[in-house]
């Protein structure tokens, strides 16, 4: 029988290697765990998807969908790519900028230096884009 201690120095030990094998694990939807035993009175994350740094930026918006275990003691787990686009997000000022004396030069500098090719209404798109950015460092 594993003690206690021995138990935890193997999880420490998974933990390290997925640390320095610098994987990620991917967020779980649906159920915190993966395991449990008939009367579900114990419960674990057994199950895990852990992909490389790289494998994320390919897929970014993937999850773990974690499903109603059936004939196994083990919940179904699967990966899928989950990405909503919602559109753009709309341009935001705060009020306390408008109280700031320095919001308003900042602006007009700002948008006057931007260099954007295209038609009217893409050009105003994309100089709000570079606004917004520029807004964001501004606040900080």
Known sequence: MISMSDYSREIKGFNDFI????????PLVGRKFTWHKP????????DKVLVSKEWLETWPHCQQFVLNRSISDHCVVILKEVFVN?????????????RDS?????VSL??????V????????????????????????
Request: charged share 40%; net charge positive; proline share 2%.
């Open 110 to 115: 700002r948008w006057s230096t931007y260099e």
């Open 86 to 98: 919602w559109g753009s997000k709309p341009f935001r000022s705060l009020d306390v900028w408008q």
């Open 39 to 46: 009367n579900e009175m114990v419960k674990s994350r057994i």
């Open 102 to 106: 320095r919001f308003k030069e900042l």
């Open 117 to 140: 090719l295209g038609g009217g209404i893409y050009i105003f798109k994309e100089k709000l884009k570079k606004l917004k950015a520029d807004l964001k460092v501004w606040n900080k």
């Open 19 to 26: 640390e320095k094998s610098e994987l990620v694990d991917i």
